[in-house]
């Protein structure tokens, strides 16, 4: 005998919009980090080999920023779709209740 599946709109919608909360608040703490980062100035120096670190260190912070920044971009995608499906399952719930509301009526 094959076994329902049961869906929750509810519990998709809040899901979505958990997975969004998540991607704000970590964005908040890369944020955070990156001030953090930012407030110990330039330690390497500025003479020539402390010239070369820092570039170094700018190109690999800044790359390691855009890669976590895309990622929240996609995590919080992930999050406004779930919600999107949530509310199209109670949509289409919506819509199957009434047709069968209707076709009663043509019945009874």
């Known amino acids: 005998m094959a076994r329902e599946i049961e869906i929750d709109p509810e519990s998709i919608i809040g899901a979505g919009d958990d997975i969004v909360a998540s991607a704000q608040r970590m964005r908040a703490a890369l944020s955070a980090f990156d001030a953090e980062l930012a407030a110990f100035g330039t330690p390497w120096g500025n003479d020539d080999l402390g ?3 820092g570039m170094v260190y700018e190109t690999i912070r800044d ?3 855009e ?6 971009v996609e ?3 992930i999050g406004k779709l779930s919600r999107v499906m949530g509310l199209n399952y109670q949509e289409t719930e919506r819509m199957i209740t009434q047709s069968l509301g209707r076709f ?3 019945l009874g």
Request: glycine share 0%; no cysteine; charged share 30%.
């Open 51 to 53: 010239s070369l670190i």
């Open 63 to 65: 790359l390691a920023l």
């Open 75 to 77: 995590i919080e995608d």
């Open 104 to 106: 009663r009526e043509v």
């Open 67 to 72: 890669s976590y920044d895309a990622n929240l």
